[in-house]
Antibody, heavy 122, light 107 residues
């Protein structure tokens, strides 16, 4: 069974940093791109970014709203993906979901973690 | 960026009703369109990918159609567990973008 377990959320002050983690199991982690998607309280879904797999040189993509502040990385030896968030703003307050990207041929978002809440407030 | 719109933004329906939600992309996205269902406090659940393909385990009462810029999600016979918010999402180009959601509630 595919499982994605998000962790690392919490309360942080504006300008602070936080690192989210996502532990994957139940599939060959190294074969898949991984994304992060967020959802502000009471709002819709916003894609945050992607890290590709080793054969694609672990390249990344980011939403304009987080580019230069957030970094996505992965450790295939630990079946984990990370979201390093720096210079956090109040508008980054959201539930953050780790999401698996489907197999080549269909790059849809096919499995989601349970989410972890990040609150940016003084 | 590709803008996604959905209509209606909300609808009220009864158990057994056939429900159709429309999603429109601001430019052509071929069939790189997915649909998700989300219930309060839960992660989104993938329903449809590639505009019309059912994700594994999703009941056949859900169906999707369309290509290019116009897409629809249909629920053939609404059941109590289907009352939720539905989002479309394009994955033709970065940044990936979602529609604003359609909330289906009980009439």
């Amino acid at each position: 069974e595919v499982q994605l377990v998000d962790s690392g959320g919490g309360l942080v002050q504006p300008g602070g940093s936080l690192r989210l983690s996502c532990a994957a199991s139940g599939f060959t982690f190294s074969d898949h791109y991984m994304d992060w998607v967020r959802q502000a309280p009471g709002k819709g879904l916003e894609w945050v970014g992607r890290v590709r797999k080793k054969t694609k040189s672990y390249t990344t993509e980011y939403a304009a709203s987080v580019k230069g502040r957030f970094t996505i990385s992965r450790d295939d030896s630990k079946d984990s993906v990370y979201l390093q968030m720096n210079d956090l703003k109040t508008e980054d307050t959201a539930v953050y979901y780790c999401v698996r990207v489907g197999p080549s041929g269909s790059l849809s978002l096919d499995y989601w973690g349970q989410g972890t809440l990040v609150t940016v407030s003084s | 960026d590709i803008q996604m719109t959905q209509s209606p933004s909300s609808l009220s329906a009864s158990v057994g009703d056939r429900v159709t939600i429309t999603c429109r992309a601001s430019q052509g996205i071929y069939n790189y369109l997915a649909w998700f269902q989300q219930k309060p406090g839960k992660a989104p659940k993938p329903l449809i990918y590639d505009a019309s393909r059912l994700q594994s385990g999703v009941p056949s009462k859900f169906s999707g159609s369309g290509s290019g810029t116009d897409f629809t999600l249909t629920i053939s016979s609404l059941q109590p567990e289907d009352f939720a918010t539905y989002y479309c999402q394009q994955y033709n180009s970065f940044p990936l973008t979602f529609g604003p959601g359609t909330t289906v509630d009980i009439k």
